[in-house]
């Protein structure tokens, strides 16, 4: 389920699996899919489900499951009533990881910790009430993470604010996941996950998109919330800079007249990489 969900999930800009670094060591133990299912149904019966899509959960626990390998921590900044929370402590619980959660709504964080201890998972997670910037600058923000997921402030000031944080310790994890890309409001313009993505990491970061994606946009909730196109998106770290600000020397003249070949160009472009761009 969690494989293919993952796969159905990314046919837009589907990443290579050999260049992007996603890799299932089969060291890991499996998730038990009867146990995610068991968690889900307690979380939904007990009024703390995840507001998220079931293929954008899948492809989040993937992600952490596959890369296990690179880190001993997950950092989930934002839990809501710990519906995704409670699968990732199990996740961690099983993978010998340590969760990270922050939020700044103190009710909200409480509800969490309290769900995720009554369910057996307490001793792999520690809960902070602060923002983002504040644990970035704490002594308990962690090295060596698998990823950070983000999933709290929506306004594009908000995921901002976040986004230039977590450019100051991007060494420190492997992948960054943000829910509700294209999050939009009918009454209200001042959301902007994605504007605020493009604005700190440029508009050619690498991006893999998961969990719902269309060519047209959702139909509104009452509060008028919808997405435009893709629910969340992965970046993987680290991030180069350099890759996308770097000036590029201008082809030659005669690069520019093969790229342009109408026979030689599609060949070269294909077997060299050559554009004249």
Known sequence: MLEQNFEKTTDIGKPDRSASGFQFPMKYPNLSEEKLFELRNIITKRGSASQTKTAYQDAVLFFIRSNAFRGDNVVEVGCYKGGLTVQYAYLCQQ???KLHVIDYDKELLEETKKLVYELGYGNVASFYNMDYESFVSSESFPQNTIATIIDADHSYAGCLKDCNTLKKVLPSMYGVIFHDFTLRYTTWDGV?????????????????????????????????????SNEGVIMVVPWQPADVFAQKEPPSKLRQWLVRTPILGPLLAKCCNMTDK
């Open 95 to 97: 993978l010998g990881k």
């Open 192 to 228: 902007g996950v994605d504007k605020a993505i493009y604005e700190v990491f440029g508009q050619h970061v690498r991006l893999y998109p998961i969990g719902f994606q269309s060519v047209c946009s959702e139909t509104p909730t009452p509060e008028g919330a919808y997405l435009e």
